[in-house]
């Protein structure tokens, strides 16, 4: 049911809405492009690099209101999400196309919501033109006219801000340059495959008894999140909606030689990534393609409200870690995923010269 609160913000919202120019009409001689998008850690087909003048892309982005589990213990949280995922899914573009999306928010739903992309320009990332009640939906149009990869969330408005994002709505935008990434210098990057993580602080409120408590729908969930919100102390920190949610049989997947770029954002808090046994050979970690990449990186730094990119070219097999450099929050909140990497091993970069032995006696 809607709350109070979420009534007035609905209504404060409605009004910016109607002080703001309306969508024009569809006047674009381009054609245009439907894509079905995919959950993370994966995306969706797309060229990397394209000859091809600017299109219209048209995405979808359903929003789901939903109960989950969020870790081994069997912990529930009432999760907002777009397209039933946390993070929503990443959207590809290249510069130049318009990216036009139809927002969805059912009448089974019981929250006002909207969706600010930080790649668009104007009107509140496109928050002040597309907030809608359940039973409704809306379709906004932007020009991206900046290269690399961005957050989008949603944002209805005061504290439904924070608490909406940290429930799970966001995800990424990534335009890609029409020629496609290059290091710095000119010489073009490519990679072999692209995965998307998306760095998710939640905050679960306690019973007296220290559990971890349980509701029925957000607005059940809000008073008491917020009161643990309050304290900037999350309860998990986890990749894609939970603890493990990439790690086992859901690890990521790779083979010894190939170029894998890592989408990692992280809506609301700082965050350090670091792949163990690995690097960032090119790291654009501000997230902006138009800068030269950084190389070589043991750890990068992604800003609380932004997303970045790394590509590594992996060289041995084994399983690898990628953390959260806050290593608290990776072995103990959940910030952790896997890479599974197939191969032949390389003794000159990496070998046991003796196996692990009892300490030899004195002989002096």
């Known amino acids: 049911m809607f709350t109070r609160r979420a009534a007035l913000i609905s209504a404060a919202a409605t009004a910016l809405m109607l002080a703001t120019p309306a969508l024009a009409a569809d006047d674009l001689k381009l054609p245009r492009q439907k894509v079905e998008l995919v959950a993370p850690p994966f995306v969706h087909a797309h060229e990397q690099a394209t000859k091809q ?11 789901e209101e939903k109960k989950v589990v969020i870790d081994e213990k069997g912990t529930t949280f009432q999760a907002m999400t777009f397209n039933g995922s946390m993070p929503g899914p990443l959207m590809v573009v290249h510069e130049g196309d318009y990216v036009e999306t139809t927002l969805v928010n059912p009448a089974t739903n019981t929250m006002p919501h909207n969706i600010d992309f930080h790649s668009a320009t104007g ?3 496109g928050g002040a033109l597309t907030l809608i009640n359940p039973g409704e939906q809306v379709v906004l149009r932007w020009k991206a006219t900046k290269t690399g990869v961005f957050v989008y969330h949603c944002a209805p408005g005061g504290p439904m801000i924070p608490w909406h994002v940290v429930s799970g709505m966001n995800g990424a935008v990534m335009v890609l340059p029409r020629e496609g990434l290059n290091d710095g210098k000119g010489h073009a990057l ?29 607005g059940e969930a809000f008073t008491e999140t917020e009161e643990v919100m309050k304290k900037l102390t999350p309860t998990h920190v986890v990749f894609n909606g939970k603890v493990g949610a990439l790690t086992g049989k859901n690890a990521l ?3 010894v030689g190939e170029n894998v770029l890592i989408v990692h954002s992280q809506a609301n808090r700082d ?3 670091h792949l163990i ?17 950084e190389v070589g990186l043991e750890t990068w730094f992604i800003r609380g409200g932004s997303a970045g990119a790394a590509l590594y070219k992996f ?7 990628y953390v959260t450099h806050n290593l608290i929050e990776a072995a103990d909140l959940g910030a952790t995923a896997h890479f599974k990497v197939e ?6 970069l990496m070998m046991q010269v003796k196996a692990p032995a009892d300490i030899p006696a004195n002989t002096n």
């Open 53 to 63: 003048g600017p299109k219209i892309i048209e995405f979808k982005l359903t929003i």
């Open 123 to 125: 009107a509140l990332g």
């Open 190 to 218: 490519k990679y072999d495959k692209v995965y998307y993580i998306g760095e998710q602080d939640m905050y679960v409120p306690r019973d007296e008894k220290g559990n971890f408590k349980s509701y029925d729908s957000p």
């Open 253 to 255: 997947t790779a083979n």
């Open 271 to 273: 965050s350090r990534p």
């Open 277 to 293: 046994g690995g690097h960032g050979d090119y790291v654009w970690e501000t997230g902006k393609f138009g800068n030269a990449p």
């Open 315 to 321: 060289q041995q097999p084994g399983i690898y870690a």
């Open 343 to 348: 191969g032949k091993w390389n003794d000159d």
